[in-house]
């Protein structure tokens, strides 16, 4: 996960993004909101994390400005005011959550993580089952937030495997769907592809399983 931090307090920001680097994200931070809707164009960012009382534009003028934009990030407010009307504005210019200083790095990080699913899951081009994250258009794989390396063929597989989950899939659909293989694929070097990818979903609780004789089924580990 890419995240923009964009806070003044430099004590603040710091502990913050140690915190949020611990996760295995990557955190890039600024302490002004001037040059946050530009950043957010040029770099693929997940999150933006946006304090309200920034010197310059404040934070609820920074959103207006990304909003204004068409960017669709998910942003989560951070405020030392405790005004009802700070949070309403900031959740009217578009902020999908916020959080109030102090504030504890559990509390944050788990905010992070499901305003994160929460867009993900309305763009619709992620795919989710047990422990595991299948990006279909950035082409990555996550088993519990940390990315796992797999070809083209195993992303190939995985994908169409978890789009069938729960059901067999006929090995001649998988040879189909794969670049580079074709009818004259031979069951071993299917089987070899599949027994690759068991070990990397069997981390996430999944489990592929060979039903003889008609294909591959991919289901939780705990189904019977």
């Known amino acids: 996960m890419h995240i923009l931090l964009v806070e003044d307090d430099?004590?603040?920001?710091?502990?913050?993004?140690?915190?949020?680097?611990?996760?295995?994200?990557?955190?890039?931070?600024?302490?002004?909101?001037?040059?946050?809707?530009?950043?957010?164009?040029?770099?693929?960012?997940?999150?933006?994390?946006?304090?309200?009382?920034?010197?310059?534009?404040?934070?609820?003028?920074?959103?207006?400005?990304?909003?204004?934009?068409?960017?669709?990030?998910?942003?989560?407010?951070?405020?030392?005011?405790?005004?009802?009307?700070?949070?309403?504005r900031g959740l009217e210019e578009g902020a999908d959550d916020y959080l109030v200083k102090p504030f504890a790095v559990t509390e944050l990080v788990a905010r992070a993580r499901a305003l994160v699913r929460r867009s993900e899951a309305r763009r619709g081009d992620v795919l989710r089952m047990g422990k595991l994250r299948l990006d279909m258009n950035g082409h990555r794989v996550f088993v519990d937030e940390q990315p796992v390396h797999m070809s083209p063929r195993e992303l190939g597989l995985l994908q169409y495997l978890m789009l069938k989950a729960g059901k067999v899939v006929p090995r001649d659909q998988l040879v189909a769907l794969v670049p580079g293989w074709h009818a004259a694929t031979s069951d071993n070097a299917v089987d070899l592809q599949v027994s690759r990818l068991r070990a990397k979903v069997e981390p996430a609780g999944l489990r592929i399983r060979t039903v003889r004789g008609l294909g591959y089924l991919l289901e939780e580990a705990q189904a019977t």
């Open 10 to 88: 430099s004590a603040l920001a710091e502990s913050t993004a140690r915190a949020l680097r611990s996760q295995g994200w990557r955190i890039d931070c600024t302490a002004r909101g001037e040059p946050v809707p530009l950043s957010l164009k040029q770099d693929g960012y997940d999150l933006l994390i946006l304090d309200i009382g920034l010197e310059g534009i404040d934070g609820i003028e920074t959103l207006r400005r990304v909003r204004e934009q068409g960017l669709q990030i998910p942003v989560l407010m951070l405020t030392a005011r405790d005004a009802v009307e700070d949070r309403v």
